[in-house]
């Protein structure tokens, strides 16, 4: 089973700053990786898939960067509501695994 | 619209079964791929389980191997997994989630319905 490790373990950031998350793969999941936002009481949504195409409807202030084993996600400008729990998941070998989650709070 | 919507949670004694069902809406399940993933409370993501569009591709995470069966009825556009056999770890929000395309490797999650908890507890 690939094990997905995303860092920091809690990011704190003012709006308006750049965050940046990192997921790291225990072995390459080439570039079949997707990052989702959950916010409380809310079902995870889905923002990149192929660890740099933005879904439907994502603002482009989300990017997302990597390959192999090591993978980026890039808020450029923090707005209020971009503050949640942000997961990796890769989805190259069975079982898809997730990271155990970053949450993004305000600083 | 795309819509997901997952019924059948509930308490449940340690050892007991419950069926949970998806229903799909805005599209045709029968062209999709579909995944079980659920979240213990204050926990992370686990999937669970997936079902090919045409069945022929069933798989299981370990921890519910033997105990859990999914299976689809495609023309009532829905969903289903029974779960047998259920312990407290198995406590969790449970999500149903369409495969990303069917295009090979395309395994992400999107949509997701809003879940509905399973509770395993005397």
């Known amino acids: 089973e690939i094990v997905m490790t995303q860092s920091p373990a809690t990011l704190s950031v003012s709006p308006g700053e750049r965050a940046t998350l990192s997921c790291r793969a225990s072995?390459?999941?080439?570039?079949?990786l997707a990052w989702y936002q959950q916010k409380p009481g809310q079902a995870p949504r889905l923002l990149i898939y192929?660890?740099?195409t933005r879904a439907t409807g994502i603002p482009a202030r989300f990017s997302g960067s990597g390959s192999g084993t090591e993978f980026t996600l890039t808020i450029s400008s923090l707005q209020s509501e971009d503050f949640a729990v942000y997961y990796c998941q890769q989805y190259n070998n069975w079982p898809m695994t997730f990271g155990q989650g970053t949450p993004l709070e305000i600083k | 619209e795309v819509q997901l919507v997952e019924s059948g949670g509930g308490l449940v004694q340690p050892g007991g079964s419950l069926r949970l069902s998806c229903a799909a809406s805005g599209f045709t399940l029968s062209s999709y791929s579909m995944n079980w993933v659920r979240q213990a409370p204050g926990k992370g993501l686990e999937w669970v389980s997936y079902i090919s569009s045409t069945r022929s591709t069933i798989y299981y995470a370990d921890s519910v191997k033997g105990r859990f069966t999914i299976f689809r009825d495609n023309a009532k556009n829905s969903l289903y997994l029974q779960m047998n056999s259920l312990r407290a770890e198995d406590t969790a929000v449970y999500y149903c989630?369409?495969?990303?395309?069917?295009?090979?490797?395309?395994?992400?999650?999107?949509?997701w319905g809003q879940g509905t908890l399973v509770t395993v507890s005397s």
């Open positions: 192929g660890a740099s």
């Open positions: 989630a369409r495969r990303g395309s069917e295009v090979l490797y395309n395994n992400w999650f999107d949509p």
């Open positions: 072995q390459s999941v080439s570039s079949n």
